[in-house]
């Protein structure tokens, strides 16, 4: 039985968010070991050079115009400049769940984005869920971890940022992933960002002073994060758009904090309250409720 390509591009959706999940914990786990520019310079770096390599022996490189050859290295500067440093930074001074959970409202920020561009209507439903998301987000942002993580605000600020980064990319990427393929968009992106991050991370991080003095496990650990947490996970999101609206896709965000939610109390040993569980509820919540809206967003390209 030949399985529908809805069904097929929610699963690959599914599985990409769930990486998410765990990328978060395992950066949390390891991050200490390294600064924010070295540290995500070097785990995108090795996943855009293993989507390099893939690209070269499995398929034909597309020809790409002048004009979007720029856009995409502009995208790619916005997505694995910008979001990776962001996020990694957050990581510093959150915990896993509660950084989890704020990005979780970034299919709710994409609406907004693409409201504001006139790229997508902004529905009275989708209203509702933002309202839905902003009480949960609130909820949970309004419950001290100072014991876990002193500065946490400071980090809830950075993920706010990197969520933006991730925003602008959803919203005006698609239509270069439909035309290019995901394994091409995301590995040219992934190339430019990521050599733009290890350039900053050269002029303004510590890459030969220390910070690439991983142990054994924290190797390891960064391995997983550039190939299945970093390649594989990219890959997946941009071969679910090409199957499946952004609409469809983002319903699929909510697995993100519940995965780092409960990995997070198992490796890191943080702790489940009564109100992340409450926020993780209505966040899922307000992303059922925006993405049920029938009426689905209308992809542009630059």
Not at 82 to 88: E, I, K, Q, S, Y
Not at 214 to 238: H, K, R, S, T, Y
Request: net charge positive; charged share 10%; aromatic share 10%.
């Amino acid at each position: 039985m030949r399985i529908p390509p809805v069904v097929t591009g929610v699963l690959f959706a599914s599985l990409s968010t769930m990486i998410g999940g765990v990328t978060v914990v395992l950066t949390r786990l390891t991050i200490s070991q390294s600064d924010s520019l070295t540290f995500a310079s070097v785990r995108y770096g090795l996943a855009a050079i293993f989507l390099l390599a893939v690209l070269l022996i499995t398929a034909r490189i597309p020809r790409v115009s002048r004009r979007d050859f720029v856009w995409l290295g502009i995208f790619g500067v916005i997505m694995f400049s910008g979001f990776p440093f962001f996020m990694t930074r957050a990581l510093e001074d959150t915990t896993a769940a509660r950084g989890a959970l704020v990005f979780a409202t970034l299919p709710l920020t994409t609406i907004v984005i693409g409201a504001l561009f006139r790229i997508e209507r902004l529905t009275l439903r989708k209203i509702i869920g933002i309202g839905i998301a902003i009480t949960g987000t609130s909820i949970v942002l309004g419950e001290s971890v100072a014991a876990a993580a002193p500065n946490a605000l400071r980090g809830d600020a950075f993920m706010f940022l990197a969520i933006l980064c991730a925003a602008f990319f959803n919203v005006f990427s698609i239509g270069y992933f439909k035309r290019y393929g995901s394994l091409a968009v995301v590995s040219l992106t992934m190339t430019i960002g990521s050599a733009v991050l290890f350039a900053l991370a050269i002029a303004f991080g510590h890459p030969f002073s220390g910070s690439l003095d991983f142990d054994l496990q924290g190797w390891f650990i960064m391995f997983l994060l550039a190939i299945p947490g970093a390649a594989l996970m990219n890959f997946l999101w941009g071969r679910a758009l090409q199957l499946i609206t952004p609409t469809q896709a983002t319903i699929t965000v909510g697995l993100n904090p519940v995965t780092a939610l409960f990995l997070g109390a198992w490796i890191l040993s943080e702790p489940i309250t009564v109100r992340i569980i409450i926020g993780v509820a209505l966040l899922i919540t307000a992303i059922i409720v925006t993405t049920s809206d029938n009426r689905a967003p209308t992809a542009k390209t630059r």
